[in-house]
């Protein structure tokens, strides 16, 4: 099977947090979407719901909203997400990865939208890293 990174962004503190999510739980989040909530018990986060907001495939290409299923295609960009311009009008062709969460994706970005009762610097570690 797969195995995912998880990084868990914090909005009240700016903090963000990786987890590694074992291969037994991987199934849950194959074929989610951006923008989709899911429950935090997946990652040991009890009570806290996460929102995913990105991520990245094996090979370093961003996940991206407008682009449906789990493909990876080129498109023409002008501005903005995956590409930056150096100058006024320049537009390039960038490969981006599709909104669904498929079996090549390494990295799965989230953003904490439902808190919980433990705080997340230590929750589950004592150490207090997540």
């Known amino acids: 099977m797969v ?3 998880v990084v868990v962004s914090d909005p009240k503190t700016g903090k ?8 037994q739980n991987t199934g849950a989040l194959i074929g ?8 935090g018990t997946i990652l040991q986060l009890d009570g806290y719901k996460l929102k995913i907001t990105g991520g ?3 090979d ?3 996940m991206s909203p407008s682009i449906p299923g ?4 080129a498109v023409l960009l002008a501005e903005g997400f995956g590409f930056h311009p150096k100058r006024k009008g320049m537009r390039k062709k960038k490969l981006l990865r599709g909104y ?6 390494v990295q799965i970005n989230t953003m904490i939208v439902e808190y919980g009762q433990i705080p997340l610097e230590n929750n589950g570690n004592p150490e207090g890293k997540a």
Do not use: A, M, N, W
């Open 56 to 58: 990245t495939d094996k």
């Open 32 to 39: 989610k979407k951006i923008g989709d909530i899911i429950d």
């Open 70 to 73: 789990g493909v990876r295609k």
């Open 100 to 105: 669904t969460i498929t079996s090549e994706i």
């Open 60 to 62: 370093g290409f961003p």
């Open 16 to 23: 963000s947090y990786q987890k590694d999510l074992e291969e």
């Open 3 to 5: 195995s995912f990174k």
